[in-house]
T-cell receptor
Framework: KQEVTQIPAALSVPEGENLVLNCSFT??????LQWFRQDPGKGLTSLLL?????REQTSGRLNASLDKSSGRSTLYIAASQPGDSATYLC?????????????FGQGTILTVHP | ETGVTQSPTHLIKTRGQQVTLRCSSQ?????VSWYQQALGQGPQFIFQ???????GRGNFPPRFSGLQFPNYSSELNVNALELDDSALYLC??????????????FGPGTRLTVL
């Protein structure tokens, strides 16, 4: 059974810092990995999707890497801003599946203070 | 391009009642997945509908059921509500099961409270 773990559970940083959020998964045979952002009480916003054949994806100040063999992904946020404050979730879809079930971690709560 | 929408935004029910939640998928998408998110937890997969058929199901009892319509919108029905059903219900829209390079896009959610 796939299990996804995110470390740290919470992170508080001053504005302008570069930071790294970690995600690990127990079964390395995945289809893809997706990073999401969730504001309190809201839905999920897709940030980046990395297919199993890729090693990283970039969007603006965000860069996500994937190391399938070690079962790890990192989300790098450059020059953090107070507007980046949210919960960040990673999720994987298992390889060999016939449907796109996302298995989520519990998230990292990020607070960026001015 | 219209994003994923859900209705209602909030709902309060009492134990034993039945509820129907609705989701309109993003234009061009043929797959809808439903997730339950308890407070402080990551979302849990309920089931997925692809071209009007249930295509996969998570560890939820049969009182959780769904439908997908020809326009690919979807409903989640929950019978005999229990207190533990209180959660944020999210639907995700995608193309072709959300596999390979197809991202899943989420709606804003329906907050269900069971008293």
């Amino acid at each position: 059974k796939q299990e996804v773990t995110q470390i740290p559970a919470a992170l508080s940083v001053p504005e302008g810092e570069n930071l790294v959020l970690n995600c690990s998964f127990t079964d390395s045979a995945i289809y893809n990995l997706q990073w999401f952002r969730q504001d309190p009480g809201k839905g999920l916003t897709s940030l980046l999707l990395i297919q199993s054949s890729q090693r990283e994806q970039t969007s603006g100040r965000l860069n996500a890497s994937l190391d399938k063999s070690s079962g790890r992904s990192t989300l790098y946020i450059a020059a953090s801003q107070p507007g980046d404050s949210a919960t960040y979730l990673c999720a994987v879809i298992d390889g060999g599946t016939s449907y796109g079930k996302l298995t989520f971690g519990q998230g990292t709560i990020l607070t960026v203070h001015p | 391009e219209t994003g994923v929408t859900q209705s209602p935004t909030h709902l309060i029910k009492t134990r034993g009642q039945q509820v129907t939640l609705r989701c309109s998928s993003q234009s061009g998408h043929n797959t809808v997945s439903w997730y339950q998110q308890a407070l402080g937890q990551g979302p849990q997969f309920i089931f997925q509908y692809y071209r009007e058929e249930e295509n996969g199901r998570g560890n939820f009892p049969p009182r959780f059921s769904g439908l997908q319509f020809p326009n690919y919108s979807s409903e989640l029905n929950v019978n005999a509500l229990e207190l533990d059903d209180s959660a944020l219900y999210l639907c995700a829209s995608s193309f072709d099961l959300g596999l390979s390079g197809n991202e899943q896009f989420f709606g804003p959610g329906t907050r269900l409270t069971v008293l």
